[in-house]
């Protein structure tokens, strides 16, 4: 058998595994009310159910890097599978939220395993197949993009008919078969480190390690509020973590994170500056406009989901189209050109201060997509690019580290902005702020430069 269905499988196995944390990160909003029912809980603490999976996936990933890289990406793809198929077997069966919300943490570590891994085995992958990298990668973000955006709907059809369990259940198969393809058709791992387990975990920074894990969580429970009287502690907690996380780097060998290494490589650090703004832009629309068609257009829910299909749709449709400009005309020029239509789509998001008619909002969804799909290949592209292959699975993490900030912000920014009510024309403010990312994020991308080493 040729190489290129064998990689084009293995690559269908890494889409699958890379969609189930975007898709279990949204379709999960749609069971609150249900959840609240079920364990007779009020609308704070039925919320961490949320926020488990936001702080675990954000912490984790960076983390499931750093062991692709040193212990091998698909034995480490496997585990991360094999765990999300035995917790969301068992987690039906919670008696209690609170083992519901351990079920998420751990799926979210499972499922935040599989973007890092899938990263570092693209190169290889590539070489197999005799084709670019934008190829497998341009798969792997169609897959994120588009779970992402249909995982209210799912989520919908599943609690309606099954209830909250089935968000759980639906994970088996996939996941399985995610493992099952990978397994079978991935290239093993080339030989990584090896040691006495003593040494390795010596090696292995753990105390840096649980630095960085524990000052991402205590600021972004800080920014997410999820604890109102200690906010402000958890801030500084956090902000204090911070600071010794870096004394720690600065001063062990080998770090978790090398931060002398990230210093000097300012394109990877204007690619996480990048997504981050670009995520913080997308999030205003896919998490605003949705309060904005219900409360102040009186739309149904499931008529809401469906007019955001678009978004999801369009940025599907122009993934293909955006890996073959940047095999053309390279990273920079389509990332400038993504952000550019980004910012002109956001502004257009103006007419809706005027009307929320469908045809209008089918129009500008679908409008926002095209630009999507576009930045968010060539971001990828430009992180792969700005790393070494022995560097790309902690590259990886730290990237959708990037996409959890900048929908964090969004989100504190959101409730901010809509905090004297949900109208067009607080929306019109929103509008502005979207505006003052894209220009931000269209500097940064000027600014961006592929390494030459």
């Known amino acids: 058998m040729s190489n290129t269905p064998r990689t084009g499988l293995a690559v269908t196995g890494l889409s699958l595994g890379t969609a189930l944390n975007p898709l279990n990160s949204s379709m999960i909003a749609v069971a609150l009310v249900v ?3 079920d364990f007779r809980l009020d609308v704070p603490t039925v919320t961490w159910v949320i926020t488990v999976f936001y702080l675990t996936s954000a912490a984790g990933q960076p983390v499931m890097g750093r ?56 190169g290889p992958l590539a070489r ?31 609690v309606s008919l099954l209830g909250w369990q089935a968000l759980f259940l639906i994970n088996v198969p996939l996941s399985l078969a995610a493992l099952f393809l990978v397994w079978k058709y991935a290239p093993a791992d080339t030989e990584r480190e090896r040691g006495k387990l003593s040494e390795l975990l010596r090696d292995s920074d753990i105390p840096g390690i649980l630095a960085f894990v524990g000052s991402l969580m205590l600021v972004m429970m800080s920014l997410l509020n999820v604890l109102p009287d200690l906010r402000w502690w958890l801030l500084a907690g956090g902000t204090l973590l911070a600071v010794l996380f870096v004394w720690r780097e ?15 490589n300012r394109p990877l650090l204007l690619v996480y500056l990048g997504f981050a703004l670009f995520n913080g832009l997308y999030y205003f629309a896919f998490f605003g406009l949705p309060q904005l068609l219900e409360e102040a257009g009186g739309y149904d829910p499931g008529i809401v989901g469906l007019l955001m299909l678009p978004l999801a749709a369009m940025s599907v449709v122009s993934t293909p189209f ?16 993504g952000v550019v239509l980004l910012t002109l789509a956001s502004g257009a998001m103006w007419f809706l201060t005027g009307s929320l008619a469908v045809p209008l909002v089918l129009a500008l969804t679908a409008l926002l997509g095209v630009p999507y799909g576009m930045v ?17 699975g902690v590259a990886a993490g730290i990237y ?36 003052g990312l894209g220009a931000v994020a269209f500097v940064v991308a000027l600014l961006w430069r592929e390494r030459t080493e």
């Not at 600065?250 to 000097?264: A, E, I, M, N, Q």
């Not at 955006?322 to 050109?337: G, M, P, Q, S, Y």
């Open 35 to 37: 959840l609240r029912a």
């Open 67 to 122: 062991l692709a890289d040193r212990f091998g990406p698909r034995r480490l793809y496997l585990f991360g599978m094999a765990l999300v198929a035995v917790t969301c077997a068992l987690a039906p069966f919670s008696p209690n939220f609170l083992l519901v919300c351990v079920a998420r943490a751990f799926m979210a570590l499972g499922t935040a395993s599989a973007y890092p891994c899938a990263v570092v085995m693209v």
């Open 128 to 158: 197999l197949a005799n084709v670019e990298s934008t190829r497998p990668l341009g798969r792997i973000q169609m897959s994120n993009t588009s779970a992402a955006a249909v995982g209210p709907v799912i989520g919908g059809v599943l």
């Open 250 to 264: 600065l001063c062990f060998s080998p770090p978790f994170l090398d931060l002398r290494l990230l210093g000097r």
């Open 322 to 337: 955006a890996v073959r400009a940047i095999e053309r005309f390279r990273v920079r020029r389509v990332l400038i050109a």
């Open 376 to 392: 968010s290949i060539a971001s990828s592209q430009g992180m792969f690019v700005s790393t070494r292959p022995h560097e790309r």
């Open 400 to 435: 959708q580290t990037s996409r959890y900030l900048g929908a964090i912000t969004a989100t504190v920014l959101i409730g901010v902005l809509y905090g004297s009510g949900v109208t067009q024309a607080n929306w019109g403010s929103m509008v502005l702020v979207m505006l």
